[in-house]
């Protein structure tokens, strides 16, 4: 059996592809891990695992490689769609795949470097096809501005309540836009949901591109209240000040 090491900050990405690999009996995942330092410290506890990392992380790689070589490990690469396999592949990494991969091809990667060959995803993988950039803008374009909000909140991992209160809505409300999210999406719940997103190109930008937009508006609408409460304070000083 393989022992799986599975490290990405996306929770919603690292919990799928746990679902995807959890289905194959030769694999067990014995760590999900963060961040890169908690990544490092599962290496040296669990020798000789296949070790499944995004890098969106940003290893040290020279460490990393060392660590792995080290403890018998083997490194798999979560590259983003604009990265060069090659260059994880210097750094000593025996399989490399994109988050726009399908779920059989990350099995398949897994398979091959547990049986000590290397992997990397071929041109017609590493690049958007056609089709593909078609169903994202299609997808893209039928969603309103609001659902497309709450589509950015869930590929951050955001629950219902959260997504209510940053929004400024109620629960059920936005249980209601989800099911209007799902039938134009056409998955069945908010891990598909976040996997279908990150798996389309155009989308993915979209959902990023509006998340940055939600958390500057949050951070604007917060130094604005900060301003407004420092005036009321400084207001009652006066006040008391004067006597009036």
């Not at 089709?131 to 955001?158: H, N, S, W």
């Not at 999406?185 to 190109?201: I, K, N, P, Q, W």
Request: aromatic share 4%; charged share 25%; proline share 2%.
């Amino acid at each position: 059996m393989s022992k799986i090491i599975l490290a990405d900050s996306q929770a919603i990405f690292r919990a799928g592809a746990a679902k995807v690999l959890a289905v194959d009996e030769d694999f067990r995942i014995i760590a999900q891990c963060s961040d890169a330092e908690r990544m490092m410290h599962s290496v040296t506890t669990f020798p000789g695992s296949i070790v499944i990392v995004a890098s969106a992380l940003k290893p040290e790689l020279p460490r990393l490689r060392v660590l792995m070589e080290t403890m018998g490990s083997r490194g798999i690469v979560i590259a983003e769609n604009h990265e060069q396999p090659g260059h994880y592949l210097n750094h000593g990494f025996r399989g490399v795949v994109y988050r726009n991969t399908t779920g059989s091809a990350l099995v398949e990667c897994v398979r091959r470097v547990a049986a000590g060959e290397v992997w990397q995803p071929l041109q017609a993988v590493m690049l958007d096809s056609v089709d593909e950039d078609m169903v994202g803008t299609r997808v893209r374009d039928r969603l309103t501005p609001k659902e497309m909000r709450i589509v950015a909140l869930i590929v951050q991992g955001c629950k219902n309540r959260e997504i209510a209160t940053r929004l400024k809505t109620t629960e059920q409300v936005i249980k209601n836009y989800l099911r209007s999210i799902y039938d134009k999406t056409g998955v069945s719940d908010r891990l598909e949901l976040a996997l279908f997103t990150l798996h389309h190109r155009v989308l993915a930008e979209a959902a990023a591109d509006i998340g940055s937009k939600i958390e500057a508006e949050e951070l604007a609408n917060s130094s604005a209240a900060g301003v407004a409460s420092m005036r009321g304070t400084i207001q009652k000083v006066q006040s008391i000040r004067t006597g009036t």
